[in-house]
């Protein structure tokens, strides 16, 4: 009999807990709903309220600034410029706290060029983490995309790739990428430069002979266009064509592009080839 009863009590506890518990999380959500966070403790405060927790409030901060954007995805919500906005403010929240913590800077700009295309306020999250990180080749890298891809300045984006390239650990694909840009950006001195520099430093055949061959892609494009340059000087305009450039005789034959396509000369007088100085697919 005391069973029975006992068990009656247990089953009325847990249905009235559970009855608790599901009418508490529906007032939480209807109040998220209706109330917006868009309030940041800034982080003087954070930092003197956290004692020698620092850490642990920013990895706090960081969840925070996750569950944030990532609900509104999750239902389908428009997220908006003052969310964006609010999520960068805990992310430099986040950075303050801990300067060395990589995965906000990282999140943090990925998120923001991403989405709302806030490239400025990415860069300048980037700028902030090369001060601390500047051990950390992945900074100047992220950072170099962003000029690269979103902005369309090669040229900073080649001087960012470069500085990543330096790093020790560095892969050899960044020197190449950065003398890609360079010479996009119309800065073939620099191309040319790093290309030769990384060479004097390494000693892998397999590092050295990808930096030969874009090396003498760049060379060739270059010899090309100095040649255009000196056709232009000769006739007052620029040759239609490289076959007008070859009869011209400015040069004796067009160089071959190692990585199998065809050099091009643009109507700006500029020499480019189809294989855009990379692998081409068989």
């Known amino acids: ?10 089953l009325l506890l847990c249905a009235t807990h559970f009855w608790t518990f599901d009418k508490t999380y529906e007032s939480k959500r209807r109040l998220d709903r209706l109330v917006r966070v868009d309030y940041v403790l800034p982080a003087e405060f954070s930092s003197i309220v956290s004692l020698d927790f620092k850490g642990l409030i920013a990895d706090f901060q960081l ?15 428009r997220i908006s410029i003052s969310d964006w906005r609010c ?22 700009a990925s998120m923001l060029v ?9 860069i300048e999250l980037l700028e902030h983490a090369r001060k601390y990180r500047s051990w950390d080749r992945r900074i100047p890298f992220q950072e170099g995309f962003i000029y690269f891809y979103f902005l369309k300045n090669y040229a900073k984006g080649s001087e960012l790739f470069s500085l990543a390239a330096r790093f020790p650990d560095a892969p050899a694909y960044y020197a190449t990428l950065a003398a890609r840009l360079a010479y996009y950006a119309g800065d073939h001195e620099s191309s040319i430069l790093l290309l030769k520099n990384m060479l004097s430093e390494t000693g892998n055949k397999e590092i050295r002979k990808m930096y030969i061959k874009r090396l003498t892609a760049l060379e060739g494009a270059i010899v090309l266009e100095r040649a255009v340059a000196d056709f232009k000087e000769k006739n007052g305009k620029l040759p239609q064509n490289l076959e007008e450039l070859l009869a011209s005789g400015l040069i004796d034959n067009v160089p071959i592009d190692p990585y199998g396509g065809k050099y091009l000369l643009t109507e700006g007088g500029r020499i480019f080839s189809t294989s855009k100085f990379a692998e081409m697919k068989k």
């Open 1 to 10: 009999m005391r069973t029975a009863i006992f068990l009656i009590v247990l």
């Open 114 to 122: 991403w989405g709302p295309g806030m490239y400025e306020d990415a």
């Open 87 to 108: 999520f960068k403010r805990i992310i430099k929240t986040v950075n303050e706290l801990d300067p060395y913590f990589f995965d906000p800077y990282y999140l943090g």
């Open 63 to 77: 969840l925070q600034a996750i569950f944030f954007i990532g609900e509104k995805i999750d239902k389908e919500e």
